[in-house]
């Protein structure tokens, strides 16, 4: 079963996160961030172009138009490759694993897979971001030497950064989930 | 726990038959490694899974039933495969079934010696996890999980996690060699049942290369006898010898084609893929040079290489005429002690005189010698790259001289400097206690150490200036130099093999897994689908890098200011076995 609720993230953008219940034990999260704005598109293509076409008139050579026509595209398609997230997955599955996958404006999806061995929590902290309080929520790693302390803090939904509504939430599903792994003893 | 069951992709078209595997307690979870069909007699299969459990240390046993339900509901079937519980008694043991064409499976799990409890897991608590069997098997984990105990039976807790699946189906190779066109006594489904594979192409390659190996082997030692030879160790040719970086190079590639041609075989994955790196890097390499060596021995280049090579000699030495002029003259309106400028300026000029007479002695000979040294691209481009940068320590080797003076003078300036400083100021260095030290020194002490320093401070300008302008001429020659060394290392360290692997066949070196949720009913199991996630680029260059010849300087920042400043000769290209200076 699968709703929608729409939240807001930290800038104030309008963010849809999407539930999906698949059982008691698999549960998947679904944030979409705001899309790329044609305004702001607009904006940088129209300013590269105009500082090239300023160029040319000082230096009268062609090649700095077809300079600036190429570095336009070469920029767009990697700033979609490489930099802008479309949409950002958490998988919650009771006794395999935590699943966070990232997919990009060009279709491009990088996934990460921690076990649940190596969970030790999933927690929502603090953190100052610039001249802001922000939380996020974040997976505690067991550390293999100590039994009680931390290896690593893997942060979530890092590009979308919702606001805490969100994030208790997600928190609160995580967290039945993990319960209902710990209560359910070993079978024999 | 949930129990997880893992089924391998290929069987899922597979006609009814039991299910053999391992289970895995401590994860809850049951790795499906093939299906056996009917007839079967149960004696033999049970001789089979022993087997193969013998020789791979793995636990097979008959996990349950498999039943793939045709158009006819067979329930003589059905209460068939409940009976084989009684004969291969496992706990828990598994009965899946799929309606043929639906997406609908069932999954029930019985535990005999457990009586049934209420909240017993039923249908919702259990997982069917499927996985690409060839890739699982082919595939290969980073970072590497702790290799299994070979000599205790099963791997228990050194394999945690998913590794344990992998670590399962890679060692259980003894299971998949019979195909379906055997005439074995049990018919096994599994992802090699529709034939074995096999390449014509590897199947030689591995019967060349053992006479292949052992010819390359004796031919390399005959080499390496020869190069250790004591001719060597003489003082001139071994002191040549560390300084060039061609030998170095050359000595380098030398123990790589031991190392690859080397008659044992790699004891593990690891060593497997360095030998296949460097295979791949020599045979690039030598490719490189072989391009190189037609373009330059093509349309008379050699020539004209060497045509223009007195010329640039000769410009060179030219501009170093001019610069000294300028500094004998009143360089960028300093002002410099005439005496200590002339005497200085003179002694250079007159070492550029001679190292241009010297060129002109070779000249007749450096396109013979240019042919010669070209004909060693065919050893590699790396070997191109190292004679080009010892052809420019030979060809700048004046402006290495001049630094080494200016050098040392204004280090002996500064030296002087120091200590008459301090006794200007009344003290003296301790060298016993390695501290400064307040001293009574007499008058006429005084007056003589002032008198000196009062000297060395109105030469020092001359001094610093010529150290300033030999040391940056020296520093853009060390550029260039290093320049060259980063290509060098950059062909000798990249694995290219392991870069083309994870460019064609993705899921040999796997990061991990992920999985994706498949069409779901509520009342039936969760499906997921296990997929290898591939290694990232960086991770791979980082974890596959081949060592390179080790020439990185060795200073920081902030060190090499200080020796700069104080006139402590640099070397910035330690090569390995140096003493420091």
Known sequence: MEDELSFSDIYGGRLALLRRYYSPSCREFCLSCPRLSLRSLTAVTCSVWLAAYGLFTLCENSMILSAAIFITLI?????????????????????????????????????????????????????????????????????????????????????????????????????????????????? | MVLKAFFPTCCTSADSGLLVGRWVPEQNSAVVLAVVHFPFIPIQVKELLAQVQQASRVGVAVLGTWCHRRQEPEESLGHFLEGLGAIFSHEPWLQLCRERGSKLWSCKTTHRQVPTSPNAPGEDQV?????????????????????????????????????????????????????????????????????????IIVELAKQASGPVCLLFAYLLSLISAASACRVFKLWPLSFICSKLSTCEQLRHRLEQLTFIFST?????????????????????DVALGLTLLSWLHGKDRIGQLADALVPVADWVAEELQHLLQWLMGAPAGLKMNRALDQVLGRFFLYHIHLWISYIHLMSPFIERILWHMGLSACLGLTVSLSILSDIIALLTFHIYCFYVYGARLYCLKICGLSSLWRLFRGKKWNVLRQRVDSCSYDLDQLFIGTLLFTI??????????????????????????????????????????????????????????????????????????????????????????????????????????????????????????????
């Open chain 2, 127 to 199: 997982m069917l996890i499927f996985y690409d069997q060839r890739k699982v098997l082919l595939s290969q984990l980073h970072p590497p999980t702790a290799l299994p105990d070979h000599q205790a039976g099963d791997a228990t807790a050194s394999t945690q996690g998913l590794a344990a699946v992998f670590d399962t189906v890679a060692r259980s190779e003894a299971l998949f060699r019979s195909d379906r066109f055997d005439e074995g006594l049990v018919r096994l489904s599994h992802w090699q049942s529709e034939g074995v594979e096999a390449s």
């Open chain 1, 75 to 188: 920029g767009l398609l990697g700033y979609l490759h490489f930099v802008k997230i479309d949409q950002e997955t958490l998988l919650i599955i009771d006794s395999l694993g935590i699943q966070m996958t990232s997919s990009y404006a060009s279709g491009k999806e990088s996934t990460t897979f921690i076990e649940m061995g190596k969970v030790k929590d999933v927690i929502i902290n603090e953190a100052i971001y610039m001249q802001k309080v922000i939380y996020y929520l974040c997976i505690l790693l067991n550390d293999p030497m100590e039994p009680n302390g931390i290896s690593q803090v893997v942060p979530v939904f890092q590009s979308a950064k919702p606001r805490l509504d969100c994030l208790i939430e997600v928190y609160r599903s995580c967290q039945e989930i993990l319960a209902h792994g710990k209560a359910t003893p070993t079978s024999p």
């Open chain 2, 264 to 284: 044992q075989k790699a004891e593990n994955a690891s060593q497997l893929m360095r030998k296949a790196n460097m295979l791949v890097s020599v045979l690039l």
């Open chain 2, 456 to 581: 060395l401070v109105f030469l020092l300008p001359t001094t610093a200036l010529y150290y300033l302008v030999f040391t940056l001429l020296r520093l853009l020659v060390v550029t260039v130099q290093g320049l060259i060394h980063l290509l060098v290392d950059l062909i000798n360290s990249l694995p290219l093999y392991a870069l083309g692997l994870r460019l064609c066949r993705p899921y040999r070196l796997s990061a991990g897994v992920k999985f994706q949720v498949l069409e779901h009913e509520t009342g039936r199991p969760l499906r997921l689908l296990m997929q290898i996630n591939p290694l990232p680029y960086n991770r791979v260059v980082h974890t596959y890098r081949l060592p390179s010849c080790g020439c990185h300087p060795k200073h920081s920042w902030g060190s090499l200011c200080r020796k700069l400043f104080f006139g402590e000769l640099i070397y910035p290209w330690r090569q390995r076995g140096d003493k420091q200076d």
